[in-house]
Protein backbone atom coordinates (compact mmCIF):
# COMPACT_ATOMS: atom_id res chain seq x y z
CA UNK A 1 0.00 0.00 0.00
CA UNK A 2 1.27 3.39 -0.62
CA UNK A 3 1.86 5.97 2.45
CA UNK A 4 0.15 8.58 1.64
CA UNK A 5 2.33 10.71 4.28
CA UNK A 6 6.54 11.40 3.68
CA UNK A 7 7.96 8.97 6.20
CA UNK A 8 11.70 7.85 6.66
CA UNK A 9 12.84 4.62 4.88
CA UNK A 10 16.11 2.48 5.15
CA UNK A 11 18.48 2.30 2.49
CA UNK A 12 20.75 0.14 4.15
CA UNK A 13 20.68 -2.76 1.06
CA UNK A 14 23.22 -0.61 -0.83
CA UNK A 15 26.32 -0.92 0.55
CA UNK A 16 28.04 0.51 -3.06
CA UNK A 17 27.89 3.80 -4.44
CA UNK A 18 26.53 5.37 -7.31
CA UNK A 19 30.01 6.58 -8.01
CA UNK A 20 31.06 2.75 -8.88
CA UNK A 21 29.34 3.16 -11.91
CA UNK A 22 30.44 4.91 -15.14
CA UNK A 23 28.20 7.61 -15.54
CA UNK A 24 30.07 9.65 -18.00
CA UNK A 25 28.03 11.97 -19.90
CA UNK A 26 29.05 10.21 -23.56
CA UNK A 27 28.25 6.84 -22.20
CA UNK A 28 24.73 7.48 -20.74
CA UNK A 29 24.29 9.80 -24.20
CA UNK A 30 25.17 6.98 -26.33
CA UNK A 31 23.27 4.23 -24.09
CA UNK A 32 19.80 6.25 -23.91
CA UNK A 33 20.38 7.22 -27.32
CA UNK A 34 20.34 3.38 -28.57
CA UNK A 35 17.50 2.26 -26.69
CA UNK A 36 15.15 5.77 -27.06
CA UNK A 37 12.58 3.72 -28.97
CA UNK A 38 12.00 0.92 -26.12
CA UNK A 39 12.85 3.03 -23.64
CA UNK A 40 8.78 3.47 -22.28
CA UNK A 41 8.85 -0.19 -22.51
CA UNK A 42 11.37 0.20 -20.17
CA UNK A 43 10.24 1.79 -17.56
CA UNK A 44 7.03 -0.20 -17.52
CA UNK A 45 8.63 -3.16 -16.59
CA UNK A 46 11.17 -1.32 -14.21
CA UNK A 47 8.01 -0.21 -12.31
CA UNK A 48 5.81 -3.75 -12.67
CA UNK A 49 2.91 -1.16 -15.15
CA UNK A 50 2.77 1.39 -12.51
CA UNK A 51 4.37 3.58 -13.70
CA UNK A 52 1.31 5.68 -14.43
CA UNK A 53 0.03 5.54 -11.53
CA UNK A 54 3.46 6.88 -9.87
CA UNK A 55 3.12 10.25 -12.48
CA UNK A 56 -0.93 11.13 -11.18
CA UNK A 57 0.63 10.69 -7.60
CA UNK A 58 3.57 13.38 -8.53
CA UNK A 59 1.14 15.64 -9.94
CA UNK A 60 -1.15 15.66 -7.61
CA UNK A 61 1.69 16.32 -4.82
CA UNK A 62 3.29 18.53 -6.81
CA UNK A 63 0.37 20.86 -7.32
CA UNK A 64 1.25 23.30 -10.29
CA UNK A 65 -0.93 26.33 -9.85
CA UNK A 66 -1.67 29.62 -11.98
CA UNK A 67 0.23 30.25 -15.23
CA UNK A 68 3.91 29.56 -13.68
CA UNK A 69 6.17 27.68 -16.48
CA UNK A 70 7.30 23.90 -15.47
CA UNK A 71 10.54 22.75 -16.30
CA UNK A 72 11.08 18.27 -16.47
CA UNK A 73 14.74 17.54 -16.77
CA UNK A 74 15.91 14.31 -17.99
CA UNK A 75 12.39 14.06 -19.85
CA UNK A 76 12.82 11.26 -21.92
CA UNK A 77 10.09 10.68 -24.09
CA UNK A 78 8.39 13.46 -22.28
CA UNK A 79 5.31 11.55 -20.08
CA UNK A 80 5.28 13.12 -17.30
CA UNK A 81 5.97 16.77 -18.95
CA UNK A 82 2.83 15.67 -20.81
CA UNK A 83 1.19 14.63 -17.84
CA UNK A 84 1.65 18.35 -16.57
CA UNK A 85 0.42 19.97 -19.20
CA UNK A 86 -2.67 17.78 -19.06
CA UNK A 87 -3.20 18.95 -15.80
CA UNK A 88 -2.59 22.35 -16.28
CA UNK A 89 -5.37 22.03 -19.20
CA UNK A 90 -3.28 22.68 -21.57
CA UNK A 91 -2.78 26.37 -20.53
CA UNK A 92 0.59 26.45 -18.95
CA UNK A 93 3.98 26.79 -20.46
CA UNK A 94 5.75 23.14 -20.00
CA UNK A 95 9.63 22.63 -20.95
CA UNK A 96 10.86 19.08 -20.99
CA UNK A 97 14.60 19.11 -21.36
CA UNK A 98 17.02 16.09 -22.01
CA UNK A 99 20.85 15.59 -23.33
CA UNK A 100 19.68 12.54 -26.08
CA UNK A 101 18.60 13.74 -28.77
CA UNK A 102 16.92 10.55 -29.80
CA UNK A 103 14.22 10.76 -26.69
CA UNK A 104 13.51 14.49 -27.83
CA UNK A 105 12.54 13.06 -31.25
CA UNK A 106 10.28 10.39 -29.94
CA UNK A 107 8.60 13.29 -27.58
CA UNK A 108 8.31 15.89 -30.13
CA UNK A 109 5.94 13.08 -32.00
CA UNK A 110 3.85 12.61 -29.12
CA UNK A 111 3.34 16.27 -29.00
CA UNK A 112 3.01 16.95 -32.19
CA UNK A 113 -1.22 17.10 -32.69
CA UNK A 114 -1.58 18.80 -29.62
CA UNK A 115 -3.68 21.44 -29.10
CA UNK A 116 -3.38 24.86 -26.54
CA UNK A 117 0.29 25.82 -25.00
CA UNK A 118 2.83 24.08 -27.09
CA UNK A 119 5.11 21.84 -24.93
CA UNK A 120 8.86 22.99 -25.65
CA UNK A 121 11.44 20.19 -25.83
CA UNK A 122 14.66 21.61 -25.53
CA UNK A 123 18.12 19.67 -25.57
CA UNK A 124 20.13 20.45 -22.04
CA UNK A 125 22.74 18.93 -19.80
CA UNK A 126 20.86 18.98 -16.18
CA UNK A 127 24.18 19.68 -14.70
CA UNK A 128 23.73 23.11 -16.84
CA UNK A 129 20.47 24.15 -17.38
CA UNK A 130 20.06 26.91 -20.35
CA UNK A 131 17.68 28.88 -18.30
CA UNK A 132 17.68 32.16 -15.86
CA UNK A 133 17.69 31.82 -12.18
CA UNK A 134 14.08 31.69 -10.40
CA UNK A 135 11.80 30.58 -13.42
CA UNK A 136 9.99 27.45 -13.18
CA UNK A 137 7.14 26.84 -10.47
CA UNK A 138 7.88 23.35 -10.56
CA UNK A 139 11.20 21.59 -11.99
CA UNK A 140 10.76 17.71 -11.39
CA UNK A 141 12.79 14.58 -12.56
CA UNK A 142 11.20 11.06 -13.05
CA UNK A 143 13.63 8.24 -13.38
CA UNK A 144 16.45 10.24 -14.56
CA UNK A 145 18.60 11.56 -11.53
CA UNK A 146 20.42 8.78 -10.78
CA UNK A 147 21.83 9.17 -14.27
CA UNK A 148 23.22 12.26 -13.55
CA UNK A 149 26.79 12.07 -13.75
CA UNK A 150 27.21 14.61 -10.50
CA UNK A 151 23.60 14.51 -8.52
CA UNK A 152 24.85 17.57 -6.55
CA UNK A 153 25.34 19.46 -9.47
CA UNK A 154 22.14 18.30 -11.10
CA UNK A 155 19.91 19.06 -7.89
CA UNK A 156 22.00 22.68 -7.60
CA UNK A 157 20.90 23.82 -11.18
CA UNK A 158 17.57 22.10 -10.68
CA UNK A 159 17.24 24.60 -7.50
CA UNK A 160 18.74 27.39 -9.24
CA UNK A 161 16.17 27.75 -12.06
CA UNK A 162 13.06 26.92 -9.41
CA UNK A 163 11.20 30.02 -8.21
CA UNK A 164 11.37 31.21 -4.70
CA UNK A 165 8.47 29.05 -2.66
CA UNK A 166 8.39 26.59 -6.02
CA UNK A 167 8.91 22.93 -5.55
CA UNK A 168 11.75 20.84 -6.21
CA UNK A 169 9.89 16.85 -7.67
CA UNK A 170 11.93 13.88 -7.74
CA UNK A 171 10.40 10.82 -9.04
CA UNK A 172 12.89 7.87 -8.64
CA UNK A 173 12.97 4.13 -7.78
CA UNK A 174 13.94 2.69 -5.08
CA UNK A 175 14.51 -0.43 -2.65
CA UNK A 176 11.88 -1.88 -0.29
CA UNK A 177 12.19 -1.24 3.15
CA UNK A 178 10.65 -4.81 3.69
CA UNK A 179 13.81 -7.63 3.47
CA UNK A 180 12.16 -10.06 1.85
CA UNK A 181 10.39 -7.81 -1.19
CA UNK A 182 13.82 -6.14 -1.28
CA UNK A 183 15.52 -9.75 -2.10
CA UNK A 184 12.93 -10.40 -4.57
CA UNK A 185 13.05 -7.11 -6.27
CA UNK A 186 16.68 -8.00 -5.81
CA UNK A 187 16.38 -11.16 -7.44
CA UNK A 188 14.06 -10.38 -10.70
CA UNK A 189 16.50 -6.87 -11.63
CA UNK A 190 19.43 -9.56 -11.58
CA UNK A 191 18.42 -12.09 -13.35
CA UNK A 192 14.94 -11.50 -15.14
CA UNK A 193 15.11 -7.73 -16.45
CA UNK A 194 18.60 -8.06 -18.33
CA UNK A 195 16.72 -11.19 -20.32
CA UNK A 196 13.99 -9.36 -21.20
CA UNK A 197 15.95 -6.29 -22.47
CA UNK A 198 17.88 -8.69 -24.56
CA UNK A 199 14.88 -9.52 -26.29
CA UNK A 200 13.34 -5.88 -26.54
CA UNK A 201 17.13 -4.48 -27.76
CA UNK A 202 19.54 -7.16 -28.13
CA UNK A 203 22.12 -4.50 -29.43
CA UNK A 204 22.00 -2.72 -26.32
CA UNK A 205 22.74 -5.35 -23.18
CA UNK A 206 25.08 -2.59 -21.47
CA UNK A 207 22.09 -0.21 -20.98
CA UNK A 208 19.49 -3.39 -19.21
CA UNK A 209 22.59 -4.16 -17.20
CA UNK A 210 22.94 -0.43 -16.50
CA UNK A 211 19.54 0.79 -15.35
CA UNK A 212 19.42 -2.20 -12.58
CA UNK A 213 22.81 -1.21 -11.20
CA UNK A 214 21.68 2.32 -10.45
CA UNK A 215 18.96 1.68 -8.79
CA UNK A 216 20.73 -0.51 -6.60
CA UNK A 217 23.02 1.77 -5.98
CA UNK A 218 21.74 5.39 -6.20
CA UNK A 219 20.81 6.93 -2.50
CA UNK A 220 17.06 6.70 -1.28
CA UNK A 221 15.01 7.55 1.41
CA UNK A 222 16.54 9.77 3.95
CA UNK A 223 19.98 9.78 2.04
CA UNK A 224 18.60 11.34 -1.29
CA UNK A 225 16.69 13.34 1.28
CA UNK A 226 19.39 15.13 2.82
CA UNK A 227 21.25 15.95 -0.65
CA UNK A 228 18.21 17.91 -1.10
CA UNK A 229 18.41 19.90 1.67
CA UNK A 230 22.30 20.13 1.10
CA UNK A 231 21.67 22.14 -2.49
CA UNK A 232 19.48 24.49 -0.81
CA UNK A 233 16.14 22.90 -0.34
CA UNK A 234 13.61 22.91 2.36
CA UNK A 235 10.81 21.03 4.05
CA UNK A 236 11.73 18.19 2.09
CA UNK A 237 9.75 15.22 2.17
CA UNK A 238 10.08 11.62 0.80
CA UNK A 239 6.71 8.99 0.78
CA UNK A 240 7.43 5.70 -0.42
CA UNK A 241 5.36 4.09 -3.21
CA UNK A 242 4.58 0.54 -4.37
CA UNK A 243 5.98 -1.07 -1.09
CA UNK A 244 9.57 1.55 -1.50
CA UNK A 245 10.03 0.23 -5.41
CA UNK A 246 9.62 3.96 -5.87
CA UNK A 247 9.67 6.83 -4.10
CA UNK A 248 8.24 10.86 -4.52
CA UNK A 249 10.57 13.53 -3.08
CA UNK A 250 9.27 17.14 -2.97
CA UNK A 251 11.55 20.09 -1.53
CA UNK A 252 10.41 23.67 -1.43
CA UNK A 253 13.05 26.44 -2.64
CA UNK A 254 12.56 29.13 -0.20
CA UNK A 255 10.68 32.46 -0.35
CA UNK A 256 12.28 35.34 -0.98
CA UNK A 257 13.12 37.53 2.44
CA UNK A 258 11.44 40.84 2.18
CA UNK A 259 13.74 43.50 4.26
CA UNK A 260 12.71 46.91 5.05
Not at 65 to 70: D, F, L, M, V
Request: with cysteine; net charge neutral.
Amino acid sequence: MDKASATTSTSDASTATAETIDKSNSRVKKMFGEIAPKYDSMNHLLSGGTDHYWRWYTIRKARPQGEAPILDVCTGTGDLAIAYWKAAKKKVHVVGSDFTEEMLDLAREKTAKFEGEPIEFVQADTQELPFEDDRFQIVSVAFGLRNVADTMRGLREMTRVCHPGGRVVILEFSLPGNAVLRSLYGWYFRNVLPKIGQLLAPNSQSAYKYLPETVGEFPYGEKLAEKLREAGLEKVTHTPLTFGVATLYIGHKPAEVITA
